[in-house]
């Protein structure tokens, strides 16, 4: 799977204070190894939101190549 950017802050808070972790999160998941980022579920969860984002991903650029050359065609410029 190729590299890909997560660039995620934890979501989670400092019970001393309140304010947020702000460190950066594990990829794929939504809080960092301190907050549960290294929990297996929170792990598998990564996983499966970083495969389909990489499928997703991949399709887009497909449609997106498809819809150019259909649009090379017909005078309309994609995407807009
Ligand atoms: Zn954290």
Do not use: F
């Not at 947020?20 to 960092?32: D, H, K, L, N």
């Amino acid at each position: 799977m190729p590299r890909q950017t997560w660039g995620v802050r934890c979501r989670a808070h400092r019970t001393s204070d309140g304010q947020p972790c702000a460190a950066w999160s594990v990829r794929g998941a939504y809080v960092c190894v301190k907050h549960g980022g290294a929990a297996p579920q929170v792990r598998a969860k990564a996983e499966y939101r970083m495969v389909m984002a990489g499928i997703w991903n991949q399709a887009e650029r497909r449609l997106v190549k498809r819809l150019r050359a259909l649009g090379s065609g017909s005078g309309i410029a994609w995407p807009p």
